[in-house]
């Protein structure tokens, strides 16, 4: 059984800055690909970020790229996203996302990831 546990999120200002962290366990981590995505409330589920099996590749979404930054430990099963220059917009539930397929090329589809932790409610104050 796949499990994911996200940390890391909170009330910051306009501007700042936080790191989200998602830890798996439950089958070999460096296998997969990784993503995060948000739901805004009212709002369908959009895609954040995701990162390859070995960390060599990653997408972002236009709204977040420059700006935020997934990296990922294999030693520690862990992926992180690092968020800078936040805005209220960004404001969402933020969930991390484990593929289905071993060894795959990145998708940016949720129909794709087959395990999905609870999230992480991350605000953003004008």
């Known amino acids: 059984q796949v499990q994911l546990a996200e940390s890391g999120g909170g009330l910051v200002q306009a501007g700042g800055s936080l790191r989200l962290s998602c830890a798996a366990s439950g089958r070999p981590f460096s296998n997969y690909n990784m993503a995060w995505f948000r739901q805004a409330p009212g709002k369908d589920r959009e895609f954040v970020a995701a990162?390859?099996?070995?960390?060599?590749?990653?997408s972002y979404a236009n709204s977040v790229k420059g700006r935020f930054t997934l990296s990922r430990d294999n030693t520690k099963s862990t992926v992180y996203l690092q968020m800078t220059s936040l805005k209220p917009e960004d404001t969402a539930v933020y969930s991390c996302?484990?593929?289905?397929?071993?060894?795959?090329?990145?998708?940016?589809?949720?129909?794709?990831?087959?395990?999905w932790g609870l999230g992480t409610q991350v605000t953003v104050s004008s």
């Open positions: 990162i390859s099996w070995n960390g060599g590749s990653s």
């Open positions: 996302a484990a593929d289905r397929v071993r060894f795959a090329a990145i998708g940016t589809s949720s129909g794709r990831y087959d395990y």
